[in-house]
């Protein structure tokens, strides 16, 4: 009976281990760990002295992805310091041990890899979600397993027996082993080209010398050339002839002529929006009911976050299609106003320089372009005025500049014995006779003809 991979694994380590060459492999282990891992941290080291020299202080961020990309060096110096050894090691005695340890660190390399790439892709600002953690558990069963499958010699007998399952697809018959490979070829390259798009979408953010909207255009079109591609090139990979893309892109443009109108106008209207600069992130806007500032310019929505911290989500074909108030297009200057009534015997050539001096008195009123008070009306309670003045950044709201301003004003009316009237009414009962013109008490007799 001939013997299994598992049983000579182990037939192999029995013969290893009543001979010294055990005791030099596990010294070489040891050493090309404990060396892999000095490397590597004065590698850090000389990293973050670096950056602390730079002119420009680092991003805690960045660092903390430079350490986790660093995290990965130590196996993978490790695995080539212990194939190194090997290749030496084994003219003069048996190298089990390490042909195993070689295996282990890899894997350790591949986990921390895949680790470190889902993490920039998917978690974002450090926020790891649950079903981060748990795609992370698979990655590392599934990679162990593979390794567990060659370190033991099953991985060619697995592969046969997948092989050997066949699945039927339409008149043609495809074997589980090349649809498990084809699924992991897409899978991997569309990690990849994900995790480029990321990185050219950071690099991009940071060039400073291009428009927001430029910046976004490239990015999301970078990042979509990249999966296409991706896709095409694992398609190729397993085998796959690509003119049988024709027929789904004919299923695609009647699918689209039927239900995805919407989608597809709002993901052309996000281009537009980009490419005509007619919106860029931090421009204060005001779009239906929905008024905020734009933090987000996606293919298929915009996000507007407002005042009072509630981010709203309008579809592009919104932004294209109907009127927008964009309040720093051209100009950031945008004027508010105020109002406020007096009495009729206030002295308007005396209070509207103090008023103006009030509002000016705030913080985020324009200097440049000074606030000025006007008689609106004569109203039936008092004089009504209006305060109007000018700020230079809408996107920190109005409601505080305008608290503020009213604050002011009602400091100088208070300073200024300034009476502010208020509505005053007569109210009559129908039916009552009238009130006497004057009272008993006051020793004169009511007119004649009338009830005391």
């Given at each position: 009976m001939n013997e299994t991979p598992l049983l000579n694994l182990i037939t192999d380590f029995v013969d290893d281990f009543r001979q010294p060459a055990i005791l030099w492999q596990a010294l070489v282990i040891v050493a090309c760990l404990a060396l892999s891992w000095l490397l590597v941290r004065q590698l850090r080291a000389f990293l973050h002295k670096r950056a602390e020299a730079a002119t420009t202080p680092a991003n805690p961020e960045t660092l903390q992805r430079t350490d986790s990309f660093i995290r990965i060096l130590t196996p993978v110096l490790a695995a080539m310091l212990l194939g190194i050894a090997q290749h030496f090691l084994a003219k003069f005695q048996s190298v089990n041990l390490l042909s195993i340890a070689i295996p282990l660190c890899t894997s350790m390399a591949l986990v921390r890899f895949g680790f470190y790439v889902l993490r920039r892709i998917f978690a974002r600002h450090g926020e790891i979600s649950p079903t981060m953690l748990l795609l992370e558990k698979v990655f590392t069963v599934v990679v162990w397993a593979g390794m567990a499958l060659y370190i033991t010699g099953l991985w060619p007998e697995l592969h046969e027996f997948l092989e050997g399952i066949i699945v039927p697809l339409g008149r043609n018959k495809v074997s589980v082993a090349a649809i498990l490979q084809a699924a992991i070829s897409v899978a991997v390259l569309l990690v990849l080209a994900m995790w480029?798009?990321?990185?050219?979408?950071?690099?991009?953010?940071?060039?400073?010398?291009?428009?927001?909207?430029?910046?976004?255009?490239?990015?999301?079109?970078?990042?979509?050339?990249?999966?296409?591609?991706?896709?095409?090139?694992?398609?190729?990979?397993?085998?796959?002839?690509?003119?049988?893309?024709?027929?789904?892109?004919?299923?695609?443009?009647?699918?689209?002529?039927?239900?995805?109108?919407?989608?597809?106008?709002?993901?052309?209207?996000?281009?537009?929006?980009?490419?005509?600069?007619?919106?860029?992130?931090?421009?204060?806007?005001?779009?239906?009911?929905?008024?905020?500032?734009?933090?987000?310019?996606n293919t298929r929505y915009t996000v507007l976050l407002g005042g009072d911290g509630i981010e709203s989500i309008v579809p592009n074909e919104m932004l294209i299609s109907g009127g927008v108030q964009n309040m720093s297009l051209t100009n950031r200057m945008v004027w508010l106003s105020t109002a406020v009534s007096v009495g009729y015997e206030t002295d308007l050539d005396a209070i509207f320089p103090l008023l103006e001096a009030a509002t000016a008195s705030v913080p985020r009123v324009s200097q440049s372009k000074p606030p000025s008070a006007t008689l609106v009306r004569f109203g039936a309670d008092g004089l009504d005025l209006q305060i109007g003045f000018w700020i230079a950044d809408p996107e920190n709201g109005t409601g505080g500049v305008k608290s503020n301003v009213n604050r002011a004003i009602w400091r100088t009316l208070q300073e200024h014995k300034v009476s502010v009237p208020f509505p005053q009414r007569e109210l009559r009962i129908v039916g009552t006779p009238p009130a006497p013109l004057a009272s008993a008490a006051d020793g004169e007799s009511a007119p004649s003809g009338t009830q005391p």
């Open positions: 480029a798009g990321t990185s050219l979408d950071e690099r991009l953010m940071k060039m400073q010398g291009l428009h927001t909207s430029l910046r976004v255009v490239l990015s999301r079109m970078g990042r979509a050339v990249l999966i296409l591609v991706s896709v095409l090139v694992s398609l190729s990979l397993v085998g796959i002839d690509l003119t049988v893309l024709s027929v789904f892109g004919g299923a695609f443009g009647v699918a689209l002529g039927f239900g995805l109108q919407k989608i597809a106008a709002n993901f052309v209207s996000g281009f537009i929006i980009l490419l005509d600069r007619s919106l860029t992130i931090g421009d204060m806007i005001t779009v239906g009911q929905f008024t905020g500032k734009v933090t987000q310019i």
